[in-house]
């Protein structure tokens, strides 16, 4: 691992890579008796996964962020693992979120992984109106960031292509089958990412 005192950095996304997002969707989803598996979500959209209209599905993701987010606990390992990364690394913290959630975001990551992050950056969603997929790549060019860990494809494309060594986090079924770019490396769970960062990856 690198010296301390020259810490590269590693930006980290959210949703469904320290925050289990999906799998509390579909729990709070059957509230309104809208029944899916994890599996179903082939892509981030619930309104192409269950054709309702955009409007209510957005509306269904802000009511699940502001009345369970609080109350899910980090994806498995991802405390234990940014800690142990932050000792080496720069870590920040990056997604594409809707800015509405920017306060619940930072309570909740503030919650978790205090001590373990040094920021939090927000860009634009690649799918709301006037959001790019290369919001990430351009952030992460202007925060001079060495390493981005992600679940998205897309983002993880854009990063990749600017020169940015990407890991694309979990088996999950919007990934699974994503064409890799050279700069990009495959790992399940945050076990893989300490094996990535320990040597064994890079």
């Not at 899916?36 to 955009?54: A, H, M, N, Q, V």
């Not at 939090?120 to 006037?130: E, K, L, T, W």
């Not at 993880?156 to 490396?185: M, P, S």
Request: aromatic residues 12%.
């Amino acid at each position: 691992m690198p010296k301390p005192e020259n810490k590269p950095i590693i930006a980290v996304d959210i949703d469904d890579v320290i925050f289990p997002f999906v799998p509390g969707f579909v729990k709070y989803l059957r509230k309104h008796s809208i029944h899916l598996k994890e599996e179903d979500f082939t892509i981030y959209d619930l309104s192409k996964i269950y054709e309702i209209d955009r409007e209510r599905a957005a509306q269904l993701v802000v009511e699940f962020v502001e009345s369970d987010h609080m109350f899910s606990l980090p994806v498995a390992n991802s405390v234990e693992a940014l800690k142990k990364l932050s000792a080496e690394y720069e870590i920040i913290i990056m997604t594409a979120r809707d800015k509405r959630f920017e306060k619940l975001t930072h309570h909740w990551v503030e919650k978790h992984f205090g001590g373990s992050y040094k920021s939090i950056h927000i860009v634009d969603a690649h799918y709301v109106a006037g959001g790019s997929p290369k919001a990430k790549a351009e952030a992460s060019l202007r925060l001079g960031v060495n390493y981005l860990i992600d679940d998205l494809p897309v983002y993880v494309d854009e990063v990749a292509a600017v020169g940015i060594k990407c890991l694309l986090f979990g088996n999950y079924a919007w990934n699974r089958q994503a064409k890799l770019h050279q700069n990009v490396t495959r790992v399940k769970d945050w076990q893989e990412v300490l094996e990535y960062f320990d040597g064994t990856g890079k």
